[in-house]
């Protein structure tokens, strides 16, 4: 079993450039909120595959992952899974596009790239199923539950709503 942790310190593989390593660690999942909703993570079980360039770091991160919450239309428990797949690079005199904000040095914050590589790999929408038909617009029910015999009367059509005003006399 891969222990826990939320930082790894890239020094202890003492890589030269040009070599490698895999790293298998336990990483726990901040849960996330989305449109005021929480999506429960947990601990998850992370690759990294650390590469040594001249002046810095490759790093390759991969991880499935169980996001829990309330479905985006239905509102019913939601239990998706999500593959991550995130690289980055760091190279100290790179410029801004070549710093990676997850290393501080030699120190790698697993915590915060897993979590923010997981936001990045969210759907639009979190549902239940992808054929989810959401809620009623006009009364609120689960369309999922409700069947073929759920309708409302229909609204009539604004274009004739003055003849409603007309007033006819019986005489």
Request: aromatic letters at 4%; a negative charge; one cysteine or more.
């Amino acid at each position: 079993m891969a222990s826990r942790t939320d930082t790894y310190d890239l020094a202890t593989l003492a890589l030269r450039p040009g070599d490698g390593r895999r790293i298998d660690v336990e990483v726990v999942l901040d849960d996330l909120t989305l449109a005021g909703q929480r999506y429960a993570g947990g601990q998850v079980g992370v690759r990294v595959d650390a590469s040594r360039t001249t002046t810095g770091w490759a790093l390759r991160l991969r991880f499935e992952a169980r996001l829990r919450g309330p479905c985006m239309r239905c509102l019913e428990d939601a239990d998706r899974g999500l593959e991550v797949d995130a690289r980055e690079v760091d190279q100290p005199g790179g410029g801004e596009e070549l710093a990676s904000p997850y290393l501080d040095g030699d120190e790698l914050d697993l915590r915060a790239w897993a979590r923010d590589a997981l936001a990045l790999a969210l759907p639009a929408q979190v549902v239940c199923r992808e054929d989810c038909l959401g809620l009623c617009a006009l009364c609120g029910e689960n369309l999922n539950t409700a069947g073929p015999e759920h309708e409302h009367e229909r609204e009539p059509d604004p274009r004739w709503a003055k003849l409603s005003e007309l007033k006819l006399d019986d005489g």
